[in-house]
């Protein structure tokens, strides 16, 4: 399928939930596997998105590095803004965050406000990954 020349092609950011003890190489594998299950590529990730205080974690620098990216990290209050958009509910994750998903949300909160998800949340052993993507934008 040709890309419309007059729109410019989303942005898709990858949000991730992952354990301390994950290593880096299941989180790369897991994004990997989530842009093959939406029919995407490596090219088409413009960002990787989790929680602020996951942000730091050398796991996450590592992964980040490995797919050529930079982290983002999202405040609770930007992840709780775009719950009501979150389709996976985790109890767990609700008790402790406030929110129904850590993947979910931060892709969607990264992505931006009129973002939506490409793939819900999918699960790894120590890790989760969603996909979203900001909506087409007409160029300039």
Known sequence: MDLDPDVSPPR???????????PPEEIVALVHRALMEAGLGAGDLAALATAADRAGAPALHAAAASLGLTPIALDAAA?????????TRSSRITASRG???VAEAAALAGAGPQARLLLPRIASPGATCAL????????D
């Open 79 to 87: 992840l709780r803004a775009v719950d009501a958009r979150v389709v």
């Open 99 to 101: 929110i129904g998903s």
């Open 132 to 139: 979203a993507a900001a909506e087409e934008s007409a160029r």
């Open 12 to 22: 898709v950011v990858a949000g991730v939930g992952f354990r301390t003890v994950t």
